[in-house]
Each structure stands twice: as structure tokens, then as C-alpha cells.
């Protein structure tokens, strides 16, 4: 069996796409890890009979068409799934009526939800056949179980760590005015909204850079280490703390692994108070900067959190961290809030996900197509896709992703090299009591024309008896 798995943003997703690799390589599958960026001109080269893709959004169901239309089975496991809003676009009830109504239901085979507040709403609406929807958690976040966990690292340890959570209006790949307001409308969000929550995201976000530098300035002693969202911009963050020795700006490696060496996580309506919980710790939230607009928008990581009215409690609960963190009740909020939008805490995801995979009954012809390539399996492609699909045809993707980080340098971060994932890999194996030799993770080529792709293949070796 030949699975695709496309990969958004290595940083935050490529640890649970290797690991979700492994568990399914170990059940005898063939896995590709693609960058989602060239997944029109990768997965016609692949051979795959199974594509699970990173969400299904209004701007990826022509691709997600024409992949069905081409024969292959395809699977959703969002990558962006687990805090979803009360109301607007992202809200359960929305995300489900928009996958019946806008086509998604009839090109989809399947959907993987991180938690059951989503599975149900996909229920109760009859989005799509039951046996169809699959309550198996994030494979990303099985690191944060016991059993996974001591896979985490980093180099710092006791730091404050400060995440921020405001790509709407820091973006790191775009500057286009207007561009944030563009992109939630998109993504199924009222206009009105979206003018009274924007401006008041602009003056919050100034705010949080404000309190960050008081606070660096009032506990000088302190360690403080802020990690931009994968999505941000970080020059603003050096910029407006350049003055403040004890603050490191640092958006590198896994989110996870800077939590789990962290004294504690403070954070303003960032998801990431879910993973600071699931790690037991304690999540801080600047509660006193949201206004009613920006509270509203995602109510999850403030119930999750220790809120703080003001910045004297900010200080007296930081200086009291220990006794703090000790009364938090981590379980309880788990079981209260937690578990419904990100399912149980028990570092097996991945197998649920891989389990559903192997075991599918509706496998198709594998689809390989030159001329899909070309037009990047797009039914009605850019001068530029054409462009892109011709020179990935004559030098492999490989070749051509990397010359187009010279003109993007922003999105050097997209690549995914075998290095990467066969450190990851190896790690996975022995600490899973495996022989690591027994997996490899290898560029992937055409399986046509042998070119070097971008994605990057796992399989597992023949054991021999």
C-alpha cells in the first residue's frame, strides 16, 4: 500500500507525520511525507493509492477534485483541527455544514478528528457515511503522552516561555494589505466580524509586546525565551525586546520540546495552552489584555489557563510558580475542556490513524500521470503552475523547491530533507524497542522518469527469517 501524507509546516507538523510514518511503515505500508507545497507535482509521480491531506479548505477542493477524479482514496487530518471557535468559520457546526455543502463529502473517503466535539457535530449534521469518520486524536501530539514524551528535547531549561499567537497581523509570508481580512473571509468568516475583530487583534497584539518588555524589565533575573508562531514574522518580536538582555527571541525546533523544558507558558488566547497542560505546565494566560472581540474568538485556551486580571498577578503568580503550578489542576482541566477537542493523552494517534489506513477497503488504481504533473493537477492551471509542473518535469522537484526558496526565502522553512525525518525516524525506532535499521527514509523519485522529488519516502525493510 502506497499512502501520501502532505506535510504543511515541517516545525509544527513533521514529528507526528514521521511518527504516523513509522506506525504505518511498521503495518507494511509505503509512506511519501510531501511538502504541501508541491503535492500537485509530487503525488501524480508517487504511485499512491491513498492521500491523506492536511485540510480541506475552499482553496485546495479544485486539487482535492481532481486527486479523486485521478482514482486516488482520500483522508483529511487537519492540521489546525483541535481549538476551534464557538462561532464563525471555524466553529464545529460551521466546518461541518461547509464539507457537505461545498463538494468535500463526495471526493473524500475519509476524515480524522483530533477531538469529539468535531466528530460529533460531522455526525449529527450527516456530513459525511458514518464509518467514514474516524475519533483518533493528532498523531503531533502523542509526543506529549508518557510514553513519547522523553523524546522531547532542548537546550534551555527554567526559561518563562512567552508564545505568541498573532499571524492575522504579523505574517510572515505575506504583506499584502489586507491579506489577513482576504484569508478568514476564505476560510467562512462573516465580513462584519472580521471588521470589528481585526482592529482589535492590531491594538492587542501591540499591547502583548508591551507587557512582555514590563515584564523582562520588572524580573530582570528571569529568563524569558518567546517563540513567534511558525506563521509570524519575528523581527517585530527582536525589534520591540532588542533592549532586554534576559529575552531570547527563538521560533526554532518543536513547540513541544521548548514547553516541556519551560517553567511555565504564558500565552494570550494561544493554543498552546493545550500542549503546556498535556505536559503538566502551567499555562498562563494575560487575561487583562483581551477585549470582549479577541476573548470571544477562541474560548479554549483561556479556560484551559491560570488567567491573570492584571499585570501585579502576572508577577505575584510567577514568582510563586512552584505553589502555582501545584494546585493546578492539570487532569481535571484535561477531563473538562480538554478532551473534547483533542481526545485522550495516550501517545497512540498515530496507530488509531494507521489502523483505519491499512484496513481500507476502497483502495483504487495508483495513480501516476505525467501530464497531471505539468498542469500541477489543477483542472484549470496558472501560466505560472504550467511553469512550475514543466521545469519539476524536466529536473525533478527536488531541484525545483529548492532554487524556489531562493526567490521565498520564507519558505525555507517548507523543505523537508531525508536527514530530517531518518533523525527522526531513527530516534522513533529505539525508543519504541525497534531495530532503527530496519527503516529508512529516502528522497523519493519518479516512479516514470526516476527524478529526485521533494517528499521523502519511509518504508521499512524485509525482515528476513
Not at 505525467?370 to 522537484?397: C, M, V, Y
Request: proline share 5%.
Amino acid at each position: 500500500m502506497r499512502i501520501g501524507w502532505v506535510v504543511d509546516h515541517p516545525k509544527r507538523d513533521l514529528a507526528g507525520s514521521v511518527l504516523a510514518a513509522y506506525q504505518l511503515a511498521s503495518r507494511g505500508a509505503s509512506v511519501a511525507i510531501i511538502p504541501m507545497y508541491e503535492q500537485g507535482v509530487d503525488v501524480p509521480r508517487l504511485g499512491l493509492d491513498t492521500l491523506v491531506v492536511n485540510y480541506a479548505r475552499a482553496a485546495n477542493l479544485g486539487l482535492m477534485r481532481s486527486f479523486a477524479e485521478a482514482g486516488l482514496t482520500l483522508h483529511v487530518l487537519d492540521t489546525e483541527g483541535g481549538v476551534l471557535a464557538e462561532k464563525g468559520g471555524n466553529s464545529p457546526p460551521a466546518m461541518a455544514a461547509y464539507i457537505k455543502n461545498s463538494g468535500y463529502a463526495d471526493v473524500l473517503s475519509g476524515y480524522f478528528f483530533w477531538g469529539g466535539r468535531l466528530h460529533e457535530a460531522f455526525n449529527d449534521n450527516q456530513t459525511m457515511k458514518p464509518d467514514q469518520l474516524h475519533l483518533t486524536g493528532c498523531p503531533r501530539f502523542d509526543f506529549a503522552a508518557p510514553r513519547w514524551r522523553k523524546l522531547l528535547d532542548g537546550e534551555r531549561r527554567g526559561y518563562l516561555l512567552v508564545n505568541a499567537n498573532f499571524p492575522l497581523v504579523n505574517s510572515r509570508f505575506s504583506s499584502k494589505p489586507g491579506a489577513e481580512r482576504e484569508a478568514m473571509i476564505r476560510a467562512g468568516w462573516d465580513a462584519a466580524y472580521i471588521d470589528r475583530f481585526l482592529p482589535d487583534l492590531k491594538q492587542v497584539f501591540a499591547n502583548y509586546l508591551i507587557e512582555i518588555g514590563r515584564l523582562a524589565e520588572a524580573r530582570p533575573d528571569r529568563a524569558i525565551l518567546l517563540r513567534p508562531h511558525p506563521f509570524e514574522s519575528e523581527e517585530v518580536y527582536r525589534t520591540a525586546l532588542a533592549r532586554h538582555s534576559n529575552v531570547v527571541v527563538d521560533g526554532t525546533g518543536s513547540v513541544l520540546d521548548m514547553i516541556q523544558n519551560a517553567a511555565a507558558v504564558i500565552h494570550l488566547n494561544c493554543g498552546t495552552a493545550v500542549e503546556a497542560v498535556l505536559l503538566e505546565k502551567l499555562p498562563i494566560q494575560l487575561e487583562y489584555l483581551n477585549t470582549p472581540a479577541t476573548a470571544g474568538h477562541a474560548l479554549l485556551p483561556a479556560r484551559v489557563s491560570r488567567a491573570v486580571a492584571s499585570f501585579d498577578e502576572l508577577l505575584a503568580t510567577i514568582d510563586h510558580l512552584d505553589e502555582e503550578t501545584g494546585k493546578f489542576d492539570f487532569a481535571g482541566v484535561h477531563a473538562a475542556d480538554i478532551d473534547a477537542f483533542f481526545y485522550r493523552n495516550d501517545g497512540l494517534a498515530a496507530e488509531r490513524v494507521a489502523d483505519i489506513l491499512v484496513s481500507a477497503k476502497d483502495r483504487r488504481q495508483p495513480f501516476v500521470s505525467l501530464s497531471s504533473a505539468l498542469r500541477g493537477t489543477r483542472p484549470n492551471p496558472s501560466r505560472g503552475q504550467i511553469a512550475k509542473g514543466a521545469a519539476s518535469l524536466l529536473f525533478g522537484s527536488a531541484a525545483t523547491e529548492k532554487l524556489r526558496t531562493w526567490f521565498s526565502p520564507a519558505r525555507r522553512d517548507k523543505r523537508i530533507e531525508p536527514a530530517d525525518v531518518g533523525t527522526l525516524l531513527e530516534r522513533i525506532a529505539i525508543h519504541d524497542n525497534r531495530d532503527p535499521s530496519l527503516f529508512t527514509a529516502t528522497r523519493a523519485r519518479c516512479v516514470k522518469t526516476g527524478l529526485p522529488l521533494a517528499s521523502i519516502v519511509v518504508e521499512q525493510r524485509p525482515i528476513r527469517t
